[in-house]
């Protein structure tokens, strides 16, 4: 987190030295990860071997990781809601407009790689607010030294073809150069009269979901590596022979085709009997497979992903015994809802502020969103309606409906089935 004091005015030249820190934040922590997720692994990069089987295996587990926590927390788009029947259609309209639940995936996903993502607000040439995501790499908020830790920049920069840098400073008054030169005309205005930005992150330590395991991806990584040189080293065994002579050609060179075999040949003439056999490393195979089972044992462990490949969820596990297997990628889940509605409130604070969504008489109405995220798993929809039937009566009908994972608006759906039984008694009626 960068912070900045609030009694001081900011610089280029404080921009610049943001800059050069997450320059070195991106060099030392989010492209290793971008890297590793995408399987360009240590071991891809170490020296090559000057002799011997040289195999290179990636097990990729931290891009499996990723993808099943970020399907897992939030495959089923959390939902977004206001009480107001007309106001929530409104939200609603908004929110798919601006593809508002895949930038929240993709921003999920960013999360889980790097430990924190950026959204920010803007307004087309139409004055339409809209919403869209930035990566850390090239973007990051600067923050105030108080208790709240308010932001007071949002900036984004990039190289452009001449290796120029160039980028924006958001402030609450205006949008200026990087160095700290307002921008001209509309460019350099800022209708949300705050910073347009909001930081995502899965955890206060903005730490990625496989930070923690990296080295032990690398470790398996290599074994897996070994393995494969050592079962190549076993096809390329050398064949003895050993007190056997053999026919020879004019320069005592037995004759054999020696044209990609490796043969050791010792020839002696005391010898009453010949040997021939394979001459081959010991086998450590069951250790080598005892490792790569502990690795993978421990990544998923420390990392609190369920591997789904677990005979646990094969086989015949009770329901309990199952929910005890996913309850650590629960937990992490839960954690992430709370820091996630924290940032999706505060971005709907901004975006409500300029009177695009809803009127500016509601833009207090960010206070009254609702947010629910639901886990995405496989359901059984008989036992859920049976469980839903159970509630009537004890609760509101939304909070019923709300719990069948098949329904994505309990209030449209309440609407729904006014609207069908109206029509119902309509048609007694004739």
């Not at 790499?137 to 920049?153: E, G």
Request: include cysteine; charged fraction near 25%.
């Amino acid at each position: 987190m960068f912070i900045f004091p609030t009694d001081e005015e900011l610089t280029g030249d404080d921009i610049n030295a943001f800059i050069t820190a997450n320059d070195d934040l991106a060099k030392n922590k989010y492209l290793p990860a971008k890297k590793m997720y995408l399987g360009q692994h240590q071991i891809i990069d170490d020296a090559k071997k000057d002799h011997g089987p040289d195999n290179r295996l990636v097990g990729n587990l931290a891009h499996y990781i990723v993808d099943t926590y970020n399907g897992f927390y939030i495959g089923i788009p959390p939902k977004i809601t206001l009480d107001n029947t007309q106001d929530n259609t409104v939200l609603q309209e908004w929110n798919d407009t601006n593809s508002v639940q895949d930038k929240l995936s993709e921003i999920s996903k960013q999360a889980a790689i790097y430990g924190r993502a950026l959204a920010f607000l803007y307004q087309d040439e139409n004055s339409k607010t809209c919403i869209a995501y930035s990566s850390p790499i090239n973007s990051f908020i600067v923050y105030d030294d108080t208790v709240a830790h308010k932001a007071i920049a949002f900036v984004m920069y990039w190289h452009d073809e001449d290796k120029t840098l160039t980028g924006k400073v958001y402030l609450r008054d205006g949008i200026y150069a990087l160095d700290m030169t307002r921008l001209e005309g509309t460019d350099g205005f800022n209708p949300f009269n705050e910073v347009p930005a909001v930081e995502f992150f899965m955890n206060t330590e903005r730490q990625g979901i496989f930070e923690n395991v990296e080295t032990l991806i690398n470790a398996l990584d290599k074994v897996l590596s070994q393995k494969a040189n050592q079962n190549e080293y076993f096809d390329n065994a050398y064949l003895v022979l050993k007190g056997l002579k053999l026919d020879e050609d004019d320069d005592g060179n037995p004759k054999l085709d020696l044209n990609g075999n490796q043969i050791i040949y010792a020839p002696d003439a005391d010898s009453a009997q010949g040997v021939a056999e394979f001459l081959t490393k010991p086998d450590g195979d069951a250790i080598q497979e005892h490792l790569i089972d502990r690795l993978i044992s421990m990544i998923y462990q420390i990392s609190m992903v369920a591997n789904l490949n677990d005979e646990a969820f094969s086989g015949n596990s009770s329901g309990v015994a199952l929910q005890y297997k996913l309850l650590p990628m629960r937990n992490l889940a839960a954690n992430q809802d709370r820091k996630f509605t924290q940032s999706l409130r505060s971005l709907y604070k901004i975006a409500f502020s300029v009177g695009t969504i809803l009127p500016e008489s509601k833009s207090d109405d960010w206070q009254k969103l609702n947010f629910a995220f639901s886990r995405n798993l496989p359901e059984n929809i008989t036992d859920e309606a049976d469980a839903a039937s159970k509630l009537k009566g004890l609760v509101s009908d939304q909070t019923m409906l709300s719990t069948l994972s098949f329904v994505d608006d309990p209030k449209a759906e309440i609407k729904r089935i006014a609207d069908e039984t109206a029509q119902k008694a309509k048609r007694r009626c004739y």
